[in-house]
């Protein structure tokens, strides 16, 4: 690979986050900071029970309350309903049918948290009083939690209407060509995998501040979100306004990992009450809330089966997958899954592919995207379904993988469910990962374990992700009459980085700091539109606008200067603040050309790419297991990976490391349990076991990167890559030790948890 030169501040230069400083000095402005003067407080009565016809008795006598000021139920939102908004074909072309999920419950609640009522009060504690005053007659009705248990014949049925907890169907490639595929097929490899229940779990929880101007009609919301506008366009669609009528305002935000892109409830119900009684109303969640009431992730049951030839190369990939919906679709569940099994076959040459997804109800929390949405759950199931395959044909994972992965003179190459992948070496960034954790001297190393009472093992993942979906992302630069950049754009960080990444470019362009430019996220008034952050489709769909709105406006400024430096264009350089004449000392500053320009200075471009981009990679796990105790202990983690043209490394690592985290905690210890009657067990952190600092451990993370085709500055995207090569090679791992430590073959399902893998170990004995 060609050496570069580390550029000051463009794209490639490993620059710290500008916006740290407030942040980690208690100056950042979170929503929970915002209480404008007069503000009531709202608070949700949720329901105790899973599934029960409700009335409730007392509404009036609650109203009549001191300090109360508003009590709403069902009845006083009746016909306003939360979207969903993924509404896909089914596989034999039907539409499916759409349950309705009221603003607030009127005659049935279908799983603990569904929202019964909403009261506004003086304060929080008047409210909360005033929820233990309003009176909730429950009629328990039966509950069905555990999708097997939802799928039987004879079950309760979450939504009797429609006759079945079947919520859609959907499928990919081609069914009749996978058939003959296994038809003459010399061998045959299955697995079924169990991809657990996630609750985000971000460090800042959700909240709001609805505010309603009677005087124009508008309200402005301020909320933490995923993007503005998105969420914009959902209120307006639940309350029937005009997009012009509601300004979402989004300040810092402390996490969101996919579950912060929705609309809940008590956004709307906060904008009602903020009309209706002329004053702002803030509600705010609590941890047990976020539990109970934010979108869940994962939970699908998934069988896997590999068609072989006899040389062992793949013939057909049959994918069947039960997707836990919760009681309600929510507002993009059904598209996780279907996005998710477009990846299937990852990345290996499978020439016959039959995906089928089917969305399950039943009376618990309902799901929606979570880090990597749907990619995670496709690459761990081959991932593992390869392992197994290498195992049962003797070949081993890294013979049984190159034999079976696409070869780089195959790019681009499309795949059996449409995906078509542009550039990648996969055998390469597996050769590097291999060669970084020393995979030649593993079995010595497993030996010396062994000496010690330990089992060793070693996990691969290859993986591939499909992000930064076909679309654009418009940027605005502008350049005031003092001489200030501004960036606005649509997207909205989370933590991310967005504002350093972003003022790169600019500042690259227009020869200033980084620390000169401000950049405007998260104000519906303020930016014309955007698509939010999701799906790694910032940095990828954001930088190649922000780059092209840069040069426009850098143009504008060069010709307004070469009119007044009596000057060619082309001599013409910007560098600190100045427009200069090559060479010479004649020059002016970007103000004295602000200030002379007959309008305000700005460019705006929107970049658009027909064509989702493909960031890929191997992900390596070694660890220890402890037949004892069951404890795992990772002693390697080796991530190398192909994320095209990297524009910060810095912020590139932190994403990386962030998404690794969050897989392995997945792996080995976040567990979400429903009990038979629809309680959840573990709705707190004493209950919900996170992975902490001192479980993770040191990772080696490279890239070895190969530019996009499908995108206008080659970036492939990384936000959710870490999450999506993780889980797998921790699994991986951990059934190598297993097997070669006691002999254990049943497969284990995440999490890995201590007693689980020790239950493993005494089956054997």
């Known amino acids: 690979m060609n050496q570069m030169a580390t550029p000051k501040f463009g794209v490639g230069a490993p620059l710290r986050r500008k916006e740290d400083l407030p942040l980690i000095t208690g100056q950042g402005t979170y929503t929970g900071d915002y209480q404008p003067e007069g503000c009531l407080h709202g608070y949700v009565v949720r329901s105790a029970m899973a599934h029960a016809k409700i009335s409730v008795d007392n509404a009036d006598d609650v109203r009549a309350l001191e300090g109360v000021r508003l009590v709403l139920t069902g009845a006083d939102v009746a016909g306003k309903a939360m979207p969903t908004q993924a509404l896909l074909k089914q596989i034999d072309g039907t539409d499916f049918n759409l349950p309705v999920q009221g603003l607030l419950c009127t005659d049935t609640v279908r799983y603990v948290g569904d929202a019964i009522a909403f009261i506004v009060a003086d304060s929080v504690s008047a409210a ?19 999708m097997e248990d939802a799928l039987a014949d004879d079950t309760v ?46 460090m800042e929880l959700r909240g709001c501040v609805a505010e309603f101007d009677s005087a124009s009609e508008r309200f402005k919301v301020t909320l933490g979100t995923q993007g503005g506008h998105g969420m914009r366009n959902t209120l307006c669609g639940i309350l029937g306004l005009e997009q012009d009528k509601v300004q979402v305002i989004t300040p810092e935000v402390g996490g969101g990992f996919g579950t912060k892109m929705f609309c809940y409830r008590e956004y709307p119900l906060s904008m009602i009450a903020a009309q209706t009684l002329g004053r702002p109303v803030r509600w705010s969640g609590e941890r047990t809330e976020h539990f109970v ?6 939970d ?5 089966e590999l068609a072989l030839d006899a040389d062992n190369k793949i013939l057909g990939l049959r994918v069947d997958v039960k997707a836990a919906m919760g009681a309600y679709l929510h507002q993009f569940a059904p598209f996780i899954p279907w996005v998710g099994t477009t990846m299937s076959s990852g990345l290996y040459d499978i020439p016959a592919v039959f995906a089928k997804v089917e969305g399950v109800y039943s009376h618990t929390v309902p799901t929606d995207a979570f880090r990597g949405a749907g990619r995670p759950e496709a690459a761990y199931l081959i991932e593992r379904l390869i392992d197994k395959a290498a195992e049962e044909t003797g070949l081993g994972p890294i013979e049984f993988r190159k034999l079976n992965f696409i070869k780089q003179e195959q790019l681009p190459y499309t795949t059996q469910t449409g995906r078509m992948y542009d550039t990648g070496d996969y055998a390469g960034h597996l050769d590097k990962a291999l060669e970084t954790a020393d995979w030649n001297g593993f079995k010595a190393r497993q030996a010396a374990s062994a000496s010690n009472g330990k089992y060793r093992g070693f996990g691969i993942c290859s993986y591939i992700e499909a992000c930064a979906f076909p679309g654009g992302e418009e940027a605005t630069v502008e350049l005031s009459p003092e001489g200030n950049l501004t960036l606005l754009i649509g997207t909205q960080t989370n933590g991310q980085g967005h504002a350093t990444a972003y003022s790169q470019v600019v500042a690259e362009k227009f020869g200033v700091s980084i620390e000169d430019i401000e950049v405007i996220q998260g104000d519906t008034d303020r930016v014309r539109k955007g698509g939010g952050t999701g799906g790694s489709r910032s940095i990828p769909l954001g930088l190649p606008s922000v780059r092209d709105a840069s040069v426009s406006l850098v143009n504008k400024v060069k010709e307004l200067a070469a009119d007044r430096l009596e000057a060619g264009i082309e001599d013409l350089e910007l560098d600190s603040g100045m427009v200069r004449v090559v060479g010479t000392d004649q020059q002016v500053s970007l103000a004295e050309i602000a200030a002379g320009a007959e309008e305000n200075l700005s460019a705006r471009e929107e970049v658009k ?13 070694e660890l220890e297991v402890d037949p004892d105790t069951g404890d795992i202990s990772i002693e390697t983690y080796v991530i190398v990976d192909d994320f095209g043209v990297t524009v910060n490394p810095l912020l590139l690592a932190g994403q990386v490391h962030g998404g690794a985290a969050s897989a392995i905690s997945q792996a080995l210890c976040e567990h979400t349990v429903f009990d038979e009657d629809g309680q959840l067990l573990t709705a707190s952190l004493l209950d919900y076991r996170l992975l902490r600092a001192a479980d993770l451990p040191e990772i080696d993370f490279q890239t070895r990167n190969i530019p996009s085709t499908t995108n206008a500055m080659g970036i492939k995207g990384a936000g959710e890559a870490g999450t999506i090569g993780g889980c797998a090679a921790v699994m991986n791992a951990i059934q190598n030790a297993l097997k070669d430590g006691a002999g254990v073959e049943k497969l284990l399902d995440m999490p890995a948890t201590p007693q689980r893998v020790w239950d493993a170990i005494q089956s054997v004995k």
């Open 293 to 298: 009431t934010d979108a869940h992730g994962r």
């Open 128 to 146: 909360r009083d005033a929820a233990e005053m309003l009176e909730v007659d429950y009629d328990p009705l039966d509950v069905v939690v555990e």
């Open 609 to 621: 790419q027909a064509e989702a981009t493909y960031p890929n990679g191997t992900h390596i796990c």
């Open 300 to 304: 699908n049951l998934t069988r896997g």
């Open 157 to 202: 049925k979450v939504w009797p209407e429609f006759g079945t907890n079947i919520a859609f169907t959907f499928g990919h490639g081609d069914q009749d060509k996978t058939e003959a595929a296994f038809a003459k097929a010399a061998k045959t490899v299955s697995i079924d995998v169990v991809n657990n229940r996630i609750v985000a779990n971000y």
